[in-house]
């Protein structure tokens, strides 16, 4: 038999394992947890929406991310790596080092009451004290909520009146290669537009843009620190089903979903990921290029290598201007990464300012074994230009915020399955994906559907929603009773590889960064002369899409459309954020809508696309799509 048939046949014996007898895999993946208390069961079905992992287990991620490897010998091991391009800072942090410095920051926290369930909102740039705050939260029992710092400070505002923060841990500015982003101004402003207010803000002052305080409320995170100096604290014993996090993604509207992450599940099913489909072993190095902002931060730049005793870097770079084309080589050559996960963005910026991977050729890449893609569509020509340059396996791998995950991928660590491009491959063990059409039947093979999944949802995806139960079920569960609804289109093919198409929604992905255009619609719509308005998503050749607005003025507006063009950009930057990338907007006339009103965004992207296009049937006006195609034309 060759080494293609092994694997398959061993993924198809852990997959059928998983579906068939859930219990005993999990309860078998869960012995790589250290538990306080051991669960004696996986999964009750009574517990929950639509039921709880490991509900009678006792446990702590800090202790099992940092505490336990010191415990058992691996103190000196540098733990993490921080690699600051933007500021030409690196410093490692060895196991013991990172338990001394979370475990004294946890005693600063304590002091503020800051203890089992409080919030903590986490607003702060790609340094190592995030992810001391963030593992100092872990250690006591709080829920840390980490908010990226390319958001607004009106997004901020709704994240701190969803999570309601006793404590707000930040910086003093982020650094972009082209301008530094003063985070404080940002926070004030939020906390001034929340109608909830924290009791106090701890702010790390950066040299390169130092921060007012705001007397009483604001203190200094190294005075603090050194005010702690030999002081220590205990892991708090968490049950399983206890929420470890709450990460806001966007939905539909433009009010974030708080999707919670609870402790045990997440912990077993991330430390399955880190053999099974990453294939790491305890000492190696493993290297997330992402944000800690991101879902995709939180499981494999924080938690999953230290959980498993594999070394992690914290990257305050971009793939390319830092300085340059060669600045991921370069990392993964200096710390000998053994492989790296990004989104596939990153590579189109390398590959188009470097066509011919010409600097790879300055680095000694031994030792580097895969690459992983993730956040958004791998596209062919990408992932086969990273394949020939790199000569080592380009793993796509498809997830959600919601599922903490992935939920399709090559288990690297099972033995790899042949690649086909195009698909993430196979769905990962504990989920029973199906596509189905409308009306909620089995979608033949090859057959373009909507991809679901079987409830209950494996360990480690989302319980529920903050404070919103009822939104979770709405928005997940309503649509196709009895599965999780992932809002992705897609297929199965004969071999049962999935491939995801597009969105079934109003969410776009924008350089892997998940958007909200009807949050982008209700910013717009806040503009004085504005009327109506539409976004949508445009392909684009290095964010794979990028919004662009369509905008019909109030009738009686008499003012230049470049004016009020740069004021709508304006408003969506202030409202939204940078990251959200809206740099066009467009006035027309009017929009084209179907004769029930319905604004036809489907056909507006397909003629922005410069795609193949019909004239539906219940269009109200047809003149309106000829208005959308000429000022795309006009602007070029
Ligand atoms: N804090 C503040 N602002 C931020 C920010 C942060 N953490 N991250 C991005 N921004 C800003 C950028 O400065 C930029 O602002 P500008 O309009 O003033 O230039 C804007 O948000 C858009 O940023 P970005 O989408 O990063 O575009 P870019 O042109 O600066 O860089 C890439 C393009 C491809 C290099 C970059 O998007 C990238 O590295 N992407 C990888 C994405 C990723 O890791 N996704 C995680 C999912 S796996
Ligand atoms: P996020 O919650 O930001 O991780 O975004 C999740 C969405 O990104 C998914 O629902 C998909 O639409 C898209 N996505 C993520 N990874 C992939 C992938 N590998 N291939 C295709 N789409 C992806």
């Not at 517990?47 to 490897?69: M, T």
Request: proline fraction near 6%; include cysteine.
């Amino acid at each position: 038999m060759d080494a293609v048939q092994n694997a398959r046949e061993a993924y198809d014996a852990i997959h059928a394992a998983s579906l068939a007898d859930p219990e005993t895999f999990w309860l078998k993946a869960a012995e790589a947890i250290d538990w306080f208390e051991r669960p004696t069961r996986a999964f009750d079905a009574s517990l929950g929406v639509y039921g709880r992992w490991f509900p009678d287990g006792v446990v702590n991620a800090c202790h099992n991310a940092l505490d336990r490897h010191v415990a058992a010998g691996r103190g000196e091991q540098t733990a993490l790596i921080y690699d600051s391009p933007v500021t030409g800072v690196k410093r490692t942090y060895s196991f013991e080092e990172l338990t001394h410095e979370v475990s004294r920051f946890a005693a600063v926290l304590q002091d503020f009451g800051v203890g089992k369930g409080d919030r903590v909102v986490v607003y702060m740039p790609m340094v190592p004290e995030a992810v001391i705050g963030v593992y100092a939260c872990a250690r006591l029992g709080a829920i840390h909520s980490v908010v990226f710092g390319g958001f607004s400070a009106a997004e901020l505002a709704k994240r701190i009146d969803d999570a309601e923060p006793k404590l707000i841990l930040t910086a003093s500015c982020g650094i972009e290669p082209s301008r530094k982003v003063a985070y404080k101004p940002l926070l004030d402003r939020a906390i001034e537009m929340s109608t909830h207010a924290p009791e106090a803000v701890v702010l790390l002052q950066r040299p390169e843009l130092p921060a007012e305080l705001v007397e009483r409320r604001d203190h200094d995170w190294e005075s603090l620190r050194d005010a702690a100096m030999g002081r220590t604290t205990e892991c708090a014993r968490m049950a399983a089903t206890d929420p470890l996090y709450i990460l806001y993604t966007s939905g539909t509207t433009g009010t974030p979903k708080g999707v919670v992450r609870d402790t045990g599940g997440y912990l077993v099913a991330l430390a399955w990921t880190m053999s099974g489909l990453y294939d790491i072993k305890p000492g190696e190095v493993f290297w997330c290029a992402s944000d800690i902002g991101w879902v995709v931060g939180h499981s494999y730049i924080i938690y999953g290598p230290l959980l498993i005793g594999a070394t992690t870097v914290l990257y305050e770079g971009k793939p390319v201007g830092t300085p340059d084309a060669g600045a991921f080589w370069r990392v993964i050559e200096e710390y000998r990464c053994v492989s790296l996960f990004t989104a596939p963005t990153a590579f189109r910026a390398i590959r188009k300012e470097d066509p011919n991977a010409e600097k790879l050729k300055n680095y000694d890449l031994t030792g580097f074994r895969a690459l992983f893609l993730a956040g958004e569509r791998a596209d062919p020509a990408t992932l086969q230009w990273a394949e020939e340059k790199l000569g080592v396996p380009v793993i796509d791998h498809c997830w959600q915020t919601e599922t903490g995950w992935a939920i399709v991928g090559n288990p690297l660590g099972v033995g790899l399955l042949p690649v086909k491009h195009g698909s993430p491959t196979l769905p990962m063990p504990g989920y029973d994906l199906k596509v189905l059409d409308d009306e909620g039947h089995d979608a033949p093979a090859g057959k373009l559907g909507n991809i679901v999944i079987k409830l209950p949802l494996p360990p480690g995806c989302l319980p529920t929603l903050w404070n919103d139960e009822k939104r979770f079920r709405e928005s997940y569960l309503e649509g196709f009773p009895g599965y999780y609804q992932t809002s992705d289109a897609g297929f199965v093919d004969e071999d049962g590889y999935v491939f995801f198409m597009a969105r079934t929604d109003d969410i776009i992905n924008v350089a892997g960064h998940r958007l909200s255009t009807g949050g982008m619609e209700e910013a717009i719509a806040s503009h004085p002369d504005v009327a109506e308005c539409a976004v949508v998503g445009v392909a684009d050749a290095m964010k794979g899409q990028t919004p662009v607005g369509f905008v019909v003025l109030k009738a009686g507006v008499d003012r230049p459309a470049a004016e009020l063009e740069r004021e709508i950009v304006q408003v969506v930057r202030d409202r939204v954020g940078p990251v959200a990338a809206f740099k066009t907007a467009l006035t027309v006339a009017r929009l084209p809508k179907t004769r029930s009103g319905k604004i036809l965004r489907g056909t507006i992207q397909k003629i922005a696309d410069g795609e193949d296009w019909t004239m539906p049937a219940t269009i109200e006006d047809p003149t309106a799509l000829d208005e959308i195609g000429e000022a795309l034309k006009a602007r070029g």
